[in-house]
């Protein structure tokens, strides 16, 4: 009951049952499109280098992270540490059983998605801050420098056209944007005394963020395309897609926040004329981001939506090959994610269950293993899997996914 | 498309439904909350310390009250009305003068002061003119007396034409600042009388006018606010009878405890820069402290009257007289006085002015620079022994936490000291509500050590302590309620070789340097 539970969480937490096309589960290349589909795939998945599964899930769904837990994770750190988040879902329904614009090859399509993508990138020093105090860095000195966070979350609508024979698509997207971080921390430094009675703030940033609980705080446009190649694969051809989804941008109009910060700051305690001054640090006057010399403004800008492009092989569940192979590379140009690579087997052991195995490498963690499992009925196909086998079997894991995918194709 | 929105509304349930439990976890954190040296200069408000064979010693010289010739003599805002009116009816020609201008005086009401001379520093008359006469008239104003560098004070004044059923009005405003006002009047031996002349003359350009018996000319002038800088005369024989309270607020603080200071001597002196002999007496000399213990000065000189005399010279040569009383262990309690640390002190006396009369025949002075001063001053070597001398302030305090969000639930705030006074102190902490009650008592871990304990360094002797005051989890979970924060220090001046309180002489340039900082353990929750 509890795993039924945590799966429902995991899929309605970021909104959504329906999944995104921001997988490595492999597209198909099937038939061409004849009636009216409906395609809805969905994906959570937290992806890190150092953070184990445990400690990432209490932390996103809540409870307590004890100190064992903390030095589970805290011992895999190095210098330089990545953890992302990434929960959407989309749904799309494809009219293919007219066409566009006079044209019976092309069937409209409209879709609506939900999109969470988080990406850190930080230091050793900065989870031990965040995590254990500043008890444990007495007489040194913590580095947080170069960490960095990007964060958005937002929802779509859009409108496009679909060539029945291929599949290619393109796609224009109405984006409202919920909530949006920009932040780097270029250098951090806290170097403290013995006991604690000196401390020593060296630190350079900047942060651009969304603030308050209104859904709506930023309009946008982005474009949704995914074209389709044939190309020579042996004896015979297969599809190579090239995705490029939600590029663009969209325009805070709600306005955020704006702080930065270039200070080196000494601090031993305040003297005792400021305590009992207006200024003293438990009065209403004093203000903590004034003393660090922190600029606090708003602006209204343009943000670059968190869009990836995808170039990767297909498989074709019509083909006869009972095993066929995929792979392909994924960027996110606006993230510091590195490219993550991703390979697979695809295999048919009847045509009712199909199966599917990946080892993936980048993103925002390293090598994982994923599983597959395809039911493919004669108007349904639905895929339910994870790209990190090991995340959720072992608490030792570093992540935890679940992907799903389910098309519809309906009787016209 | 039918299924599309059968799904929509499912996905939209399933969102709403969903809400996420806080993840908490615990860290430990240092802050730096004080850092600071407290020496003498920073603990005392005036510079009254001195630094004497390698001790500090008090040396107090300030003036507790002073008399000056504002406190004496106080012009009372006077108005002055001049009428003239018609005896007959006539035709005035133009160019007439029609005003006799007879000298006038007016009488300033000071009840027995008699002043023949004074200067003014600011202030003047304020003068309206009214005219019933129908052409322009050139009222001219004097004040027979008053000059200025040798000149008498003249003003005119054009009045418009009027009639008897609108008298035409013109005011205006003569400075007296730097007037010297001859008071004496017309005779030259009278006093406090100010004079006065009016003239009218008509246009010669205007037209001939008539007048009746039924016309009159009115001329007001109203002294407001003068003040005055100087003044002679007789300044009457005033009993000026005072109580001066001098409030010492670092005494206040004191709410228990025995406090032994050596021999010491307080004088009072009156000087004298009026030029009238006085007399005065000291009524009472007391002071209370906070467990409103009182003492009272006893003194040979006590309701007894003491001869102040005259200043002498002029004012470019001003010698004040000056007169003494001296307290100390031969003819007072003084030590007895200082050793009940009161806060509250009050000095009673009676001052008299001229109490044998008018003997000097109104030649009094008082000068800008002319005051009755009383100063206090003390010398003494700043040694003092405290025996549990109970030190306590109270500070507003206000520290909110929402346990629903990151809090701290418990910490400790520790204390590194250095010390180089000779006192030992044992520190507590107070958190009270906002009626004062107390909800959590706090004890330091250890005594703050004296110095005398320590070794020198730098010169100095000073002895470092550390330390803590551990704040439970409960009373975190109460810090909502503390509205202030009472800090009682209980102070002693141990002999390092019998642990028991005796005078310590404090050191030149003696400090307590301190860091406070706390310990905290705080429950984060996002």
Known sequence: MMKIGKLLVLITCFNSAVGSAQMIYPGYSDSAISQPIIEMDGIFDLQGSAIKREFSNTLLFGGFIDEGMKGRSFEKHSAVNRFGINANAEIRYINGSGGFMKRDSVAWMIKGGYFALGNLIYGQDAFGLLFYGNESYLNTTADFSNTRLDFAQFQKIGFGIVNKKNKSSVTLNVVNVQNYVDGTIRKGELTQNEDGSQINLDIQGNMLATTGANFNKGLGLSLDVDYRILVPWGKSTTTFQVMAQNMGAAYIYNGMQKIAVDSNYSYSGFDFETLTSDSNPFGDDFSIFDSLGIEKRDVKRFVPLPGYLQVAKLVDVTSAKKVQSFFGIRLYPTFSSIPQLFAGAYWKPTELLHVAGSVTYGGFGNFRGGLFLTLNLKQVNWMLGTEDVFGGVSKKGYGESLVTRLIWKINS | ?526
């Open chain 2, 1 to 526: 498309m039918k299924q599309l929105f059968l799904i929509l509304p499912l996905l939209a349930l399933l969102t709403v439904a969903c809400k996420r439990e806080q993840a908490v976890w615990e860290s430990d954190w240092q802050v730096p909350l004080l850092d600071d040296t407290l020496n003498l200069d920073k603990l005392v408000e005036d510079s009254i310390v001195s630094v004497n064979g390698g001790y500090y010693e008090l040396a107090i010289d300030r003036t507790i009250y002073e008399l000056k010739l504002s406190d004496i003599v106080d012009i009372p805002d006077t108005t002055i009305k001049d009428d003239y009116g018609f005896t007959f009816n006539t035709n005035v020609p133009p160019g007439a003068s029609f005003v006799p201008g007879n000298v006038e005086e007016h009488v300033i009401d000071m009840g027995d002061i008699e002043l023949k001379k004074i200067r003014v520093k600011s202030g003047g008359v304020q003068i309206t003119a009214k005219s019933p006469i129908g052409t322009t008239c050139f009222f001219k104003i004097q004040l027979p007396g008053a000059t200025k560098n040798g000149v008498t004070l003249t003003q005119e004044f054009e009045v418009p034409p009027g009639s008897s059923s609108n008298l035409s009005e013109v005011s205006g405003f003569v400075d007296l600042a730097g007037y010297e006002l001859d008071l004496r009047g017309q005779t030259q031996g009278s006093f406090n009388k100010i004079q006065s002349k009016m003239s009218v003359k008509t246009d010669a350009n205007g037209p001939q006018v008539s007048v009746t018996t039924l016309d009159t000319l009115r001329f007001t002038a109203t002294i407001n606010d003068l003040v005055i800088d100087y003044a002679r005369g007789y300044f009457g024989s005033q009993l000026i009878t005072d109580t001066i309270s001098e409030n010492i607020d670092a005494l206040s603080k004191i709410s228990s405890g025995i406090i032994d200071l050596p021999s010491s001597s307080i004088e009072l002196e009156l000087v004298n820069g009026l030029k009238m002999s006085a007399k005065a007496k000291l009524t009472e000399l007391k002071n209370v402290n906070a467990q409103q213990s009182t003492v009272n000065m006893t003194h040979p000189t006590l309701d007894s009257w003491i001869t102040i005399n005259s200043a002498t010279g002029t004012e470019n040569s001003l010698q004040p007289s000056s007169t003494s009383l001296l307290f100390d262990g031969s003819n007072s309690n003084v030590e007895q006085y200082l050793e009940n640390h009161g806060a509250k002190n009050d000095i009673g006396f009676e001052l008299q002015l001229n109490p044998w009369g008018n003997v000097s025949g109104g030649w009094d002075e008082i000068f800008p620079q002319s005051s009755l001063k009383v100063n206090l001053k003390a010398n003494m070597p700043l040694a003092v022994g405290l025996t549990d001398v109970v030190l306590k302030d109270t500070f507003d305090f206000s520290f909110k936490q929402d346990f629903t969000k990151t809090h701290v639930t418990s910490g400790t705030m520790w204390v590194k000291a250095t010390n180089a006074f000779p006192l030992s102190g044992v520190v507590t902490l107070y958190l009270l509500d906002a009626s004062g009650n107390t909800i959590a008592t706090i004890n330091g871990s250890s005594t703050f050590s004296s110095s005398v304990f320590g070794s020198v360094v730098n010169g100095i002797l000073q002895k470092q302590s550390f330390v803590e005051f551990p704040i439970a989890e409960s009373v975190l979970e109460q810090l909502d309620l503390v509205k202030q924060l009472s800090l009682k220090v209980t102070m002693n001046t141990p002999n390092p070789n019998t642990n028991i309180s005796e005078q310590m002489a404090i050191p030149a340039d003696a400090f307590f340097g301190f860091k406070v900082g706390a310990k905290l353990k705080v429950e984060a929750r996002i």
